[in-house]
């Protein structure tokens, strides 16, 4: 590896400068070539960048010629063609922005391709990188759970006034809403916590007038999911996009020894006689210790400071979509035994 990480970004929306803006903090580590689904925007953000950084108008492109040592992705879910392949197949390490895709039979051949090749590789779920998440997680370990809330509020799209900021999640087709888009750290973070989930019971609610939405919107306004996990325990997960603000946002673990209650910005522990509380110090915030990880490891080679692969990335997308198949059959959906 040379000494200076050279680095590819695939879609430069608003998760992509979050992550720029981490890279930037980094020594040794330059974005070198951009490419995105706007051409336009790609020209733009290499000249924001620097005469180093380098636009490309083809991904295929970019992962044949721009001689980067890792990428990236941050694309739609849908969007998703043979970008992971490409790279997999040349030996890039990428990393990818959740939920990994829209089709689960895709994403499973992907999945095939990663595992063939062996690349280095992770899922952008950047809560499991926390400090306080781990905390969480290994106080759960010890103990037995009986309940696992979840919820997930963001606020209207664009007041409903304008056409909303990410016009493709309000499709159903494309998206899938806020549950399949947001509410996927939610999932996630219930299977880091307390085990794999095996089955989901999900109902969705349309609350709003629809047709003076400008850009269209087939999703559901609201949703309410009851989770089967495999050690016994249950979940309830809430979320929705029709508040004028947002709501609160995280995870309760209800246990035998104490009640976990975690966001993203800190953590208390409810016990008998006392309450512990963590809020650790996050001066770079909440994705940079995810970033600094995946850097890490396509420095050394070294796997472990990675805690989502594709596989794992691919379990909690299946949630997400047992969820949305459930609300259409009108019963629980099972889930899968992927065999990773």
């Given amino acids: 590896m040379p000494s200076k990480v050279r680095v590819g970004m695939m879609g430069l929306g608003s998760i992509s400068q979050t992550h720029r803006n981490n890279l930037a903090k980094m020594p040794d580590v330059e ?25 490309f108008d083809d991904y295929r492109e970019l992962i044949e010629k721009a001689g980067v040592d890792c990428l990236f992705i941050a694309i739609p879910p849908h969007t ?48 499991r990188y926390l400090p306080h998440a781990e905390v969480a997680r290994d106080t759960i370990s010890k103990a037995t759970v009986g309940l696992a809330m979840g919820f997930a509020f963001w606020k209207q799209p664009a007041g409903y006034n304008l056409t909303p900021y990410h016009s493709w999640l309000f499709k159903r087709e494309l998206g899938g809403g806020q ?25 969705q609610a ?50 035998d020894a104490g ?11 409810l016990r008998d006689e006392r309450v512990d509380e963590y809020a650790p110090a996050l001066p770079d915030g909440k994705h940079m210790s995810q970033d600094s990880a995946f850097i890490q490891a396509v420095r050394t080679g070294d796997r472990s400071p990675i805690r989502s692969t594709y596989a794992d990335g ?22 899968l035994d992927f065999g990773f």
């Avoid at 000249?47 to 636009?55: D, E, K, L, S, W």
């Avoid at 009640?259 to 522990?269: F, G, Q, T």
């Avoid at 459930?326 to 889930?335: F, L, T, V, Y």
């Fill in 179 to 203: 549950i399949f888009e947001h509410t996927t750290h939610i999932f996630d973070l219930c299977r880091y916590f307390v085990g794999e989930i095996t089955s989901v019971y999900c109902r």
């Fill in 314 to 335: 691919i379990r909690s997308m299946a949630v997400a979509l047992a969820a949305l198949e459930s609300a259409d059959i009108g019963r629980p959906k099972m889930i």
């Fill in 31 to 55: 974005v070198s070539a951009v490419w995105d689904l706007n051409p336009a925007r790609a020209g733009e953000v290499a000249a924001q960048i620097g005469g180093h950084c380098r636009p």
């Fill in 259 to 269: 009640i976990v209650e975690y966001d993203e910005s800190k953590l208390r522990i």
């Fill in 80 to 127: 998703h063609e043979d970008h992971e392949i490409l790279a997999a197949r040349r030996g890039i390490p990428f990393l990818v922005e959740k939920p990994v895709h829209r089709s689960l039979e895709k994403a499973l051949a992907i999945e095939r391709e990663i595992s063939k090749s062996g690349v280095i590789h992770a899922v952008g779920y950047h809560n």
């Fill in 206 to 255: 349309k609350r709003l007038d629809h047709s003076k939405i400008p850009g269209g919107h087939t999703t559901s306004d609201v949703d309410a999911v009851v989770l089967e996990f495999a050690n016994g325990a249950l979940g309830l997960v809430g979320d929705g996009h029709m508040t004028p603000t947002g709501y609160w946002w995280g995870v309760r673990v209800l246990t």
